[in-house]
């Protein structure tokens, strides 16, 4: 019985291809893939998608497991077990804005790619907020005075110092994780088992 394991494209991508090789798994089928978004590795299927769509196809069934960063399981939230973090991926949630920036007299504007998370964070502070959401490069946001602030995941802070932004929080440490749909966790167990233990370094994958 195959398993099919969905896969973040891009950074994740690269990060998790980079960990299976560090195991010893052939990821030669995976790196020659060209434009394929399914590919077979032994009785491993792979999916290639972006990475709410990887909570999707899990929480659905048509993945059984999934490879997403845990700012993406927060904010979009998809009903699947999440097993265990990975060793990548690792950053952060901040709220940054202009070093230069002045009190706000008026609601602030906060610019993001994580409405949800943001929405969570200004509950908890009691202030009441206006979230812009954004698709990417958010730090654009406050240094052409579209948003007061923004919410962003955060790992080696460049991007906001190289565009004048500072940390004013940092909150929930991240990284990658791997997860599970939740009927596949039992179905396919016997399947599913030698996969997970070997991301753990429990196994030696073959
Ligand atoms: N600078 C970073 N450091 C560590 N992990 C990151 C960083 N940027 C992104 N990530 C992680 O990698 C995941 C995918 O990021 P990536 O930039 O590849 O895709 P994206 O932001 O959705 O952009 P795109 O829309 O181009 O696919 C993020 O959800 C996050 O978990
Ligand atoms: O702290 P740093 O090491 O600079 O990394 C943080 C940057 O990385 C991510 O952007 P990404 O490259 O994914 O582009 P995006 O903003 O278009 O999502 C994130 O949104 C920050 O912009």
Redesign the pocket.
Known sequence: MKVCVAL?????EDQFLQYLESLSFDIEPLINKGRKLCVEAGNLQFIFA??ADVGTYVEHGIADLGII????LLEYQPDVFDLFPLPF???RFALAEAANKKPSLTKRKIATKYPNITNDYFRNTGESVDIVKL??SVELAPVLGLSDAIVD?V?TGTTLAENGLIIKEEFHP?S?RCIANRSSLKIKKAFITPFIDALQGQEVLS
């Not at 973040?8 to 994740?12: D, I, M, Q, V």
């Open positions: 973040t494209k891009g950074r994740l972006k990475g960063g845990e700012d993406i991926g690792e950053c698709e990417g995941i790992e991240l990658a």
